[in-house]
């Protein structure tokens, strides 16, 4: 690029750029139930340095068609719990409606593929009238390596691979990675796990005392970890859609 072309584009005034962000979902089942709210403050009491600001996408899929409530009514109440809804996904007509109108975002519902689905080739027998395939490159990136202790307020991301600390994690620093999170030390501040969607990724320490661990978007907090795993060798997983955790045999 010339130093003119250089000189140009630093006096436009603003810049459009593509970007993702990771989000949390909000899956509202019953937004006319006394006990809605009354279990958000419980659960966001729980951790509040996590939730506080935190950007939610509001689920309205699970919503009957004959659901009434008052949607800007219940969008301040999120708020006023410290939570910021910017978007909404699915939800009967009228719900999308003023969802609209309160100036949420429509957000897509994305799907994870399986890996099989993705470097599967085609069937040679169905060469002559398959449509034109297109060959896709699976990217692999080596792990992330930090040696280095972690501190408080210090964010690291791996993208599209695994993270390794092979120091300990201070409260208050947060982990993400595509991949699995594996440190060698004492896990404290918060760990997410196939922050893209990964339901196969996991989290492995060697002596678990975190915030909060999640993978693929499900998540405990310190309060819900038990005694049985805290300042333990532990690997977190999914299963059936829970968060399970066990201990790591390092014998």
């Known amino acids: 690029m010339s130093s003119a072309s250089q000189v140009a584009e630093r006096d436009v005034p603003f810049q459009l750029r593509g970007n993702s962000f990771t989000m949390m979902v909000l899956k509202v089942h019953a937004p006319a ?9 419980i659960k966001v009491r729980q951790a509040p340095n ?6 939610v996408v509001l689920d309205f899929n699970d919503l009957p068609e004959s659901v009434v409530f008052d949607l800007g009514a219940f969008v301040a109440q999120v708020r006023a719990h ?6 909404f996904q699915g939800g009967p007509r009228p719900v999308q409606e003023a969802a609209l109108a309160v100036g949420l975002t429509p957000m897509p519902t994305g799907r ?11 069937d040679p027998r169905a060469a002559a009238t398959a449509a034109p395939q297109v060959m896709v490159e699976v990217v692999h990136r080596p792990a992330m390596v930090v040696t280095e202790p972690v501190r408080s307020g210090t964010q690291i991301y791996a993208e599209k691979s695994d993270l390794i600390i092979t120091a300990s994690v201070s409260p208050g620093a947060e982990l993400l990675a595509d991949g699995n999170i594996h440190v060698y030390g004492a896990l404290r501040g918060r760990a997410l796990a196939g922050v893209s969607g990964d339901t196969t990724a996991r989290i492995f320490c060697h002596s678990l005392e975190a915030e909060v661990v999640s993978v693929a978007g499900v998540y405990r907090v310190s309060e819900d970890i038990g005694s049985d795993f805290f300042k333990k060798p532990v690997q977190v997983f999914l299963r059936d859609g829970v968060l399970r955790m066990e201990p790591l045999k390092t014998a």
């Open 112 to 122: 994870v593929a399986k890996l099989e689905e993705v470097v599967k080739g085609p």
């Open 50 to 55: 996590f939730f506080r600001n935190a950007p």
């Open 33 to 41: 139930s006394p006990d809605f709210f009354t279990q958000l403050n």
């Open 82 to 87: 410290h939570l910021l809804p910017v978007g």
